[in-house]
């Protein structure tokens, strides 16, 4: 099974935020899962789940995949990052280079340093568009996750995704300024702001993803140092009623449901 790049896990980014739910390391089935989650819970330094303890998650090595379950109301079902609807073939338009997505990127960008990479959704349809991509996640929970479901569709599929997809865990603040050489293009997508009015139709996935990251509110600290490293552009995705990131895009591009706003930085 391939592996992707990771560096020293850092700690649960949020884990110290008032409210931040407590998460643990648990297993199903009786095969390897119980070895794998110990290792797992040392990589992320969490506690694996004992029945005295009592966490608000877990995420749950399974002999399918890694899951993460809410310990609070288990009716709401496991998440897990699931790649099995991606069309894979070469001229699918999930893997169109004349969607808005790839036109934000820009004709010429070979490279793209997807900074805020989450469950690698988008970072993943880079790599299929044939973009050499890096994709930077600081919450190692989330990177996990992610990881896993890359794992799994890399083997289904039989692709050598770790050729065209490089996984980096991290804070992006820090670690855009010291890739050499400095990136084309940097994307940014930030948790979107949340609604006032809390909508029942917020998927779980997104509703445990905030719980695990909060929401992302240096933002634009990371907008600012995207683009004095970009050599081309950076491109931001933005809810499409929200204001832009940064006041001055120099141009953007109407996605479904979202905006696609580029800061050119060629200097
Ligand atoms: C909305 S999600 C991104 C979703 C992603 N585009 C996808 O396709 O799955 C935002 C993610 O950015 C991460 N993030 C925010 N700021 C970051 C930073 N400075 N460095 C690394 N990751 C960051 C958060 O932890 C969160 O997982």
Redo the contacts with the bound molecule.
Sequence with gaps: MPTFLSHRPLPV?GASRPGAPTLAVSATGDGSEKADAEELARGLALPVMTTETDFDLLLVVTPERLELRDNRDPRLGPVWVDFSHFDLRPYSAHLSRRQPLARALGKKAQAVV??????????LLFALMGYHTTA????PV?MALARDGLQRLAARAGIALEKHLHLVE????LLLTSLKPPPEVIYL????PPKRKKSAAVKKEMRL?REL?GD?P??RE?LEISRRVALDRVVVKRPDDAVPLAPDPSMSIAGKLVRYDVYLTRR
């Design positions: 980014p997807d900074a805020t990479a989450g469950y690698c959704q988008d970072a930077i996640e600081r919450s989330v991290g804070d992006a603040r997508d930030p948790m979107f993803l990251v992302d240096d933002a990371l």
